[in-house]
DNA sequence: CTGAAAGCGCTAACAT
DNA sequence: ATGTTAGCGCTTTCAG
């Protein structure tokens, strides 16, 4: 048992030819006798030869490493989209680092510095929540880097994305609500600096107005996304003289502390209030009564992230940004459906 | 802007020196005169220099990363630990690769020789569900490659681990149940090739004993931790002739399954049955009831597993195995308190 | 105080 | 058909 894994080196001496030969025999070179191919071969099997990837790292200039970073690691969406990533560029000979921002902006400017010291070839990044200036992003676009941003975007017309459907799917979300029923559809809206939260704004916006509602100011509740802003969001929406018959929340983390503190209220969903969450259908169909959600394609959302990644980094694509858009998907169930 | 980082030797030559002088200005070596070292410097950090880490691997052979392989990506459980592996490792100047296993031996394997191959110096594991023997660690340990187990663990003697105190947990929430005025009591179970759902297992006859009961055969369901099979052990365990009045699972998985099924037959929690979850807080209090959990600190067992494979790294220590068990903390919430 | 040279594992010209 | 050499970026003897 070597306590080193065994290299050309190693090979060579053992057969008595050269490290360049072991090198070319294992390519199947024709240059190379079908003996000395044969007998390199079948050493290199028995011994489980592996290319370090340090040295074709450091001769190639390149590490095969894409940096990802993602607002936090223990949700069900990023993780999934992490998988996703990963499983494409597994496939393409790629390792991934991942990073969290934790959802700061100083702590993805940091991520980016760490990730770019360790070398990585390119990023595939979702902005943070605190994050409201881009200009961190010069560096690497400048450098034409591999770049590619998921879900929360920026500077579309410099940088690949994949996104999903968001001011589509919130207008839908809006028009189900009233199709359901609903009269007094309330937004529990995020930052508007975050694409994702501005998409899905516009898109209830859009939807209010397809049902021939102008928006009420009164119900529509902007916050940072944590869980005690949307707390505090929908009590005050609760307390309203003509409180919301419907609450669209613009995330997960909004959509069950809305639920809860409905809950905590003693109202009852959806007779008194109809609800959606955006969340995956674990979740979905974990709470009593079971909610309408909309599912992303978390997913697939990875693995297109990781393809636009890859086709930026063969040199002979001129590099022009692509956007993907993919498909979500409303999913009803009881949370949003009023008695009749 | 390089399109390449800068090296040593972009230094040195904008310096007309040689290349080991600023190696040597860079570390503040002595011999170096001051003015040379303070000139390096300055342009080391104006051009923003790092040392780049194929190199020095290569030099020093060693990756610097850890290989991770979890059962899976997208549960808290384990997204959360690895986010605690990845915080010590990252304060040590350590990467760490993920993989996971999606709960299969064969991919467990696949994993190992994949990690391997991408000289990692040493792994950190929790066994997928699936495996049943470990001799795919004899490699790794005999080259005496840093390893730790956590949570489903293997081969105590030889390989350090991280635990959680599984059978004393397990007993205090079996008597608890006890307290709470339930007097049979259920145990849906997992495969006993798994450390962690022998020592639940276990835990949960010595709390029966201690309450003084025998174990009841066909109160106790073992299943292999999926939906389906948990939510089949429920259905069984509520169609017996004297049905169970509390239900411990053995893990969260199959926590949620009993959960769904024992409502889906309109019974009440705590009222008919009484269910404790092995999950963590935000699941135990999103659902309704909200359910008596044990919590495990994991964003500590992978800081601490994290910390024992750092140890074995340091060639000094004579690799004696360790285990560090960690507490897990019964809370008490609604779904085991029956009403009086 | 500083430079030259070797070597980590590998590949690709460039010999032979 | 095979070997030699140089070089990727860095550290570390060994020589000045």
Same mark, same amino acid.
Not at 71 to 75: G, Q, Y
Not at 268 to 271: N, S
């Given at each position: 048992m070597t306590k080193h894994p065994v290299s050309l080196k190693d090979i060579a001496s053992a057969l008595q030819v050269s490290i360049s030969t072991v090198s070319r025999a294992l390519k199947n070179h *024709? $240059? /190379?006798s079908p003996e000395v191919t044969a007998k390199v071969q079948s050493l290199a099997r028995e011994w489980n030869y592996s290319p370090n990837p340090l040295a074709m790292g450091l001769l190639r200039q390149q590490t095969k490493t894409i940096g990802v970073i993602v *607002? $936090?690691?223990?949700?069900y969406f990023y993780s999934s989209i992490i998988s996703g990533i990963e499983q494409v560029a597994k496939e393409n000979g790629y390792y991934i680092i991942i990073s969290s921002s934790n959802e700061s902006y100083e702590k993805e400017k940091e991520c980016i510095e760490n990730l770019l010291m360790s070398r990585v070839e390119g990023l595939i990044i979702c902005l943070a929540r605190d994050t409201v200036d881009y200009n961190h992003f010069d560096k690497i676009i400048n450098n034409e880097m591999p770049l590619v941003f998921f879900d929360?975007?920026?500077r579309t017309s410099e940088v690949s994305s994949v996104v999903t459907d968001n001011r589509e799917i919130a207008r839908e979300l809006t028009i189900h609500f009233y199709d359901g029923g609903a009269r007094r559809i309330a937004h529990i809206a995020g930052p508007q600096t975050l694409s994702i939260a501005k998409d899905r704004y516009e898109g209830y916006l859009s939807g209010l107005a397809d049902c021939g509602f102008s928006a009420d100011e009164s119900l529509i509740k902007f916050t940072n996304l944590t869980e005690s802003e949307a707390t505090e969001a929908t009590r005050q929406l609760l307390s309203l003289p003509k409180p919301p018959d419907a609450i669209f929340s613009v995330n997960d983390t909004v959509s069950f502390a809305a639920m809860k503190e409905i809950k905590r209220q003693g109202l009852? /969903? *959806? $007779?008194d209030i109809s609800l959606v969450a955006i969340t995956d259908e674990f979740h979905a169909t974990l709470v009593d009564p079971q909610l309408t959600n909309v599912m992303h394609p978390t997913y697939e959302i990875g693995q297109e992230a990781a393809r636009l990644f890859l086709r930026q980094g063969k040199q002979g694509e001129k590099m022009v940004p692509m956007q993907v858009v993919l498909k979500s998907q409303l999913v009803v169930r009881a949370s949003s459906v009023k008695p009749t």
């Open positions: *024709p $240059d /190379i *607002p $936090d690691l223990v949700t929360r975007i920026c009852r /969903i *959806p $007779d």
